[in-house]
C-alpha cells in the first residue's frame, strides 16, 4: 500500500520564492519570541526546505537568502 502524504518531495504546482521567504520569516520570529536561538531557528528553516524540496540546488531560494530572511525577523522581533 502507498501513501502519498509520505513522500516529502513537492511533486507539482509552481514554487513562488517570495511565498517562502514570507514563510521562513514567519518561522523564524515565532521562534525569536519563543525565545528560541537563532542557531536554531536557522536550522530549523533550512530542515523545512530540505524537506519540502529535497538539497539545496532545488530550493526556491538561496541559503543567502534564507539567512538574510532569520536575520531580519530577529532583528524585528527585538533579538539579536
Keep these: 500500500m502507498e501513501f502519498g502524504w509520505l513522500e516529502s518531495r513537492r ?3 509552481a514554487v513562488n520564492a517570495d511565498a517562502w521567504v514570507r514563510s ?3 518561522k523564524a520570529g515565532l521562534l525569536a519570541r519563543l525565545d528560541y ?3 536554531y531557528a536557522l536550522k530549523r528553516c533550512e530542515q523545512n526546505l ?3 524540496f529535497g ?3 532545488a ?3 538561496t541559503a543567502a537568502a534564507l539567512k538574510k530572511a532569520v536575520n531580519a525577523a530577529y532583528r524585528s522581533a527585538g533579538v539579536n
Design 24 to 26: 521562513v520569516s514567519e
Design 11 to 13: 511533486v507539482s504546482g
Design 55 to 57: 538539497d539545496k540546488n
Design 37 to 39: 536561538k537563532k542557531s
Design 50 to 52: 530540505t524537506w519540502s
Design 59 to 61: 530550493w526556491p531560494i
